[in-house]
């Protein structure tokens, strides 16, 4: 599986972002997806997640009422809709697909995205 992510960018505190992950398999359904996101120096972290079916999603407390992780199977598409940005929401922002349960330990996905920059400015 490949994964595409786009939509980073600049933005202003207070700020949105919709980030999206393209999914090159065909049957996006049999995976569960995440987001994780890594700052300069440190490590890489869990954002949120959600189930193959999109019925159940999971969040980092940091991010829970700001952030919306969604997916369409149909488009084999998961987004990550970010509001109320905050500077220290910056760092890179990456996609994993995993074939098991959804889990928020990055060892659980078998596959990454490349990562795409979010910059939030003060």
Known sequence: VQLQASGGGLVQAGGSLRLSCAASARTLSSYAMAWFRQAPGKDRVFVAAVSRSGSSTYYADSVNGRFTISRDNAKSTVYLQMNRLK??????????????????????YDYWGQGTQVTVSS
């Open 87 to 108: 500077p220290e929401d910056t760092a890179v922002y990456y996609c994993a697909a995993g074939l098991y349960q959804v889990s928020r330990t990055s060892k659980e």
